[in-house]
């Protein structure tokens, strides 16, 4: 009868103090999670109940007024300069990010493959008040702030955000497919263009819109290259235009609470931009994904 | 007259031993001397070999041998490994394989290749077929080239009704004929085969091996397979690769014994070889 005790089932009391810890550990990292959930949603709601108010038909389609005691107007203006600067700044930075992603994934190897890797990741990483000072330097000194320099920077700053995702959809193209195409006797550009681009075409589209609905809220490049601007909405790239973010930086810094409330409307309209292209290009992701495993 | 035994397996068994000059038999590859390196390590290590038009060679071994290694060479698929490296020579009808001037894409459009898992295209069934042909060229007649190529395949009947359809939605043993049959399509001289029914099950393996047996006619065919009735089944000749191991402890690939299949499998000349195909390692 002594020894049945060797083969009891119950939890020793060193196994119950584990299992105490596991729940501990468990629950705290939970606690970590719903915290990241509720930055989102703390954030998503602030933005939406101080800036719901501000939203009308005029906000869209109208300037900001210039009556000092009237009505503060819309961000007509700024919509539509966000929406050429990032214009430029795509037509910029997609051919070439996608360009620099198929040289390193498809065609350089070993060192020149890292180095150039490595080169993005540190472009990745630079401040981007360092890219609207450089274009400063570079262009606005000689010229004058305008779309065109605007939409520059912004194109330093999607470029490796494109490449890099562009790889990383390139690295989910199987190898055995490179494989089956070279082992027809093509070469390795017609395998890239008949047949790697086309089987991740959806992921590097993804890769875009994600870069763009990131530079659409950067302000810092824009600070210097693209901020000295009128009132008058304008599609003219060659003079400096409003921009959603600077012009929540500048209702801000006013003492009129009405332009404060535009701000926050403004703030609402970026972040319903970003969002809904942040799942839509998710989605998309998924979709290729899909279709290159099954 | 010694030329009229060119009947497949039993009457040949003498060639390869009393080293007779093979004179009925048309030599397709001639593996001299051949060494494959990754790095500093040696994979295979001097490899002599001859390959004979409309037959199908097999390599059989244990696994780590260089099987695949070897096979890789005969269309420079090992060129896309930057690491790999080869000594000695491959002949392709007479012609240096690896010689200066030699580009590795028009080796791969004479010798094609099927391997281990089948890897369609994520395109149509006709597409996945067509690829070939349409990027090197050959864009007259392209709908005959497919059906062609997917009858000899035996693949037409069962998915000549849904061309367009996704070639990823065939089951396995489908999409591995469709890769044989994409194979076929660009009318290469030779098919290697790497282990090409090791993820197919029993069924879908007997119909690869049935159409094995149906190109031969026209392809001169060289197959990897780990399964040694497969071996006994599908080939008239037979390479048996081992492992050497040294004193050191490190091991490569070599050839043990090249010969026809029956002998092999029946009065083998090496100990290792009746060794491997008994069961008794391996």
Not at chain 2, 37 to 52: K, M, Q, R
Not at chain 2, 77 to 89: K, T, V, Y
Request: one cysteine or more.
């Amino acid at each position: 009868m002594s020894d049945r005790a060797e083969f009891s089932l119950q939890p020793t009391r060193q196994l119950r103090r584990r299992n105490l810890l596991n729940r501990f550990v468990e629950v705290v990292m939970l606690g970590a999670a719903l915290a990241a959930v509720a930055v989102l949603v703390l954030v998503v709601w602030a933005v939406i109940s101080r800036g719901y108010s501000a939203l009308s038909w005029d906000f869209f389609t109208k300037g900001p007024s210039t009556n000092f005691l009237g009505t503060t107007g819309g961000i007509a203006n700024a919509i539509v300069g966000t929406i050429v600067i990032i214009t430029i700044a795509t037509i910029i930075s997609l051919p070439i990010g996608i360009l620099v992603a198929i040289y390193t994934s498809e065609f350089a190897h070993g060192r020149v493959r890292r180095l150039l890797s490595f080169v993005l990741d540190i472009l990745n990483g630079l401040p981007s008040i360092v890219l609207g000072i450089f274009i400063f330097g570079l262009v606005v000194i000689s010229h004058q702030q305008s779309a065109y320099a605007g939409g520059l920077a912004l194109a330093i700053l999607m470029l490796p955000l494109i490449a890099r995702s562009t790889q990383e959809v390139l690295a989910l193209v199987p190898e055995t497919l490179r494989e089956a195409s070279f082992a027809l006797g093509v070469s390795r550009w017609r395998t890239v263009v008949g047949l790697i681009i086309p089987a991740s075409f959806g992921g590097i589209i993804t890769g875009g819109t994600l870069a763009i609905a990131r530079a659409a809220g950067e302000t810092a490049p824009l600070l210097f290259t693209c901020a000295l601007t009128t009132t008058q909405v304008s599609w003219d790239p060659g003079q400096a235009l409003q921009s959603i973010p600077l012009t929540i930086f500048q209702d801000l810094e006013n003492p009129d609470p009405a332009l404060h409330a535009q701000a926050w409307a403004a703030a609402l309209v970026l972040l319903t931009f970003v969002l809904v292209i942040s799942i839509l290009s998710k989605a998309a992701l998924a979709r290729s994904r899909r279709k290159l495993t099954r | 007259m010694n030329q009229d035994t060119i009947d497949a397996v039993a009457p040949i068994e003498v060639v390869q031993r009393e080293s007779t000059p093979i004179t009925h038999r048309e030599t397709v590859f001639d593996i001299r001397g051949l060494s494959v390196y990754y790095g500093d390590t040696v994979a295979v290590s001097d490899v002599n070999l001859e390959i004979y038009r409309n037959m199908v060679t097999a390599l059989i071994g244990p696994s780590g041998c260089g099987k695949s290694t070897f096979i890789r060479c005969l269309n420079r698929m090992n060129d896309l490994i930057p690491s790999a490296r080869i000594d000695g020579e491959i002949l392709y009808h007479g012609q240096n394989m690896y010689g200066s001037g030699v580009d590795p894409a028009s080796v791969r459009r004479w010798i094609g290749m099927v391997f281990q898992k089948p890897n369609p295209f994520p395109k149509s069934i006709y597409d996945n077929v067509a690829w070939g042909p349409r990027t090197l060229g050959m864009r007259k007649g392209l709908d005959e080239r497919v059906e062609r190529a997917l009858t000899q395949a035996a693949l037409w009947d069962e998915v000549k009704g849904r061309l367009k359809r996704s070639a990823l939605a065939l089951s396995g043993g489908q999409q591995q004929r469709l890769c044989i049959a994409r194979a076929l399509a660009v009318e290469p001289e030779v098919v290697l085969l790497d282990e090409p029914a090791s993820a197919l099950d029993p069924i879908a393996t007997s119909s690869i091996e049935d159409l094995i047996h149906e190109l031969k006619r026209e392809y001169t065919i060289v197959i990897v397979t780990h399964n040694m009735q497969q071996a006994a089944r599908v080939a008239d000749m037979t390479a048996f690769f081992s492992l050497d191991v040294h004193e050191d402890g490190s091991r490569n690939g070599i050839l043990v014994e090249y010969d026809v299949t029956q002998k092999i499998f029946t009065q083998p000349a090496d100990s290792r070889t009746e060794g491997y195909v008994t069961g008794r390692f391996g």
